[in-house]
């Protein structure tokens, strides 16, 4: 069943210049999104610097995206929290506010055993959402392998995995073992991860450039490989800024070169060098010049 199919932002989080919440420019995105064909919206993931914003703000960011979806595209919210406590109250809140579904890591603040993976799924199965594992062993202690999904299947209301391992071996052997829908999560595997099987993608870039993620990702979902390959490969050195640890910044910055400006990101996270902005915005003008030409 494909529940989630089709291109999901993860949301960056608007900050004015005082690094405070900025929920204009977040409602006023996410109408730009939609408007370019996005299938859905996820606020609070890592890209939406959830980690620094404070119990009110992580509300407010929800309930915004929510008042500005207008139910027009589903809303999966992210739930990373250090306590399984603290997940399952903000799954609670996704659900109390319309949610169509909510975004899950495995336990992320030390290294778990596999019973107590599988017991936080389980007790956020109970909320009553679907569930979209999160798989980042780039980022975290945990490795969702096909193994462990295939346990976590199980569960009631885990009906999918966002698959950010970056090896597009794991899209066929989670599919191979598991009913698991496949989420593609790092963008420089957006067109494989389709051709292999995944029905959506859980992206950064398209941030910045809504229409082409979802163009190149429908191309490659129809398998037409002639058309999505000059696309793709045009994008590709921006795609790669994704799965970089400073890929908040990156993103922010490719948005203020799309004229969609969402401001700086909250210490720790720092600006970029100059040398590096400088390479973005080289990528990025590289991307946008030729496409609509080429395919």
């Not at 960011?61 to 903000?90: C, I, L, Q, Y």
């Not at 595997?189 to 398209?206: F, N, Q, R």
């Not at 979802?214 to 490969?233: D, H, I, M």
Request: aromatic residues 8%; charged residues 25%.
């Amino acid at each position: 069943m494909e529940k989630f199919k089709g291109v999901y932002v993860a949301l960056v989080t608007p900050m004015k210049e005082d690094f405070s919440l900025d929920t204009k420019r977040l409602y006023e995105i996410c109408e730009w999104m939609i408007s370019k064909g996005v299938a859905g919206l996820i606020p609070n993931g890592s890209l939406g610097e959830y980690a620094t914003l404070t119990h009110e703000e992580r509300a407010k960011v929800v309930e915004t995206v929510m008042e500005a979806s207008k139910n027009k595209v589903p809303v999966v919210v992210g739930t990373g929290a250090p306590a399984t406590r603290d997940v399952v109250f903000w799954a609670e809140h996704a659900k109390q506010h319309g949610a169509e579904g909510i975004m899950a890591l495995p336990p992320i603040n030390y290294n778990p055993l596999e019973n107590e993976v599988i017991y936080h799924y389980e007790q956020l199965s109970k909320v009553g959402l679907p569930i979209i594992a999160y798989n980042n062993p780039r980022d975290y202690a945990t490795d969702l392998t096909p193994d462990l999904l295939a346990k976590l299947a199980k569960i009631d209301n885990v009906v999918g995995v966002k698959e950010f391992s970056g090896d597009i071996r794991r899209v066929h052997d989670i599919k191979a073992k598991t009913d698991l829908e496949v989420l593609i999560g790092v963008d420089d595997l957006s067109m494989e991860g389709p051709l292999c099987g995944a029905t959506g993608w859980i992206s950064g870039v398209p941030n910045a450039l809504p229409e082409e993620g979802v163009q190149l990702f429908n191309l490659a979902r129809e398998g037409k490989v002639e058309e999505a390959l000059p696309l793709y490969r045009k994008m590709l050195p921006l795609f790669h800024y994704d799965a970089e640890p400073q890929l908040v910044q990156a993103i922010k910055y490719m948005m203020e070169l799309a004229d969609q400006p969402v401001g700086p990101t909250r210490p720790p996270r720092l600006p970029l060098t100059n040398e590096e902005y400088a390479n973005i915005q080289k990528a990025y003008h590289e991307a946008v010049k030729p496409l609509s030409k080429q395919v």
